[in-house]
């Protein structure tokens, strides 16, 4: 199935829960960000390192 491609393609073997992704966005939407500009912020669980 697609879902089973896409997990296997993280080094985590899974996708992110929404609450994984919504630590994402109340950082971003934090004082903790205020600084932050022009940044790409993956929340991939590192997928992006797989070669």
Same mark, same amino acid.
């Given at each position: 199935?697609?879902?089973?491609? &896409?997990?296997?393609?993280?080094?985590?073997?899974? /996708?992110?829960?929404?609450?994984? /992704?919504?630590?994402? /966005?109340?950082? !971003?939407?934090?004082?903790?960000?205020?600084?932050?500009?022009?940044? &790409?912020?993956? /929340?991939?669980?590192?997928?992006? !390192?797989?070669?």
């Amino acid at each position: 199935a697609e879902g089973d491609a &896409i997990r296997a393609q993280s080094p985590l073997n899974r /996708v992110a829960t929404p609450e994984e /992704v919504a630590y994402a /966005v109340l950082f !971003l939407a934090s004082a903790g960000a205020e600084f932050m500009t022009g940044c &790409i912020l993956d /929340v991939n669980g590192a997928s992006y !390192l797989r070669t």
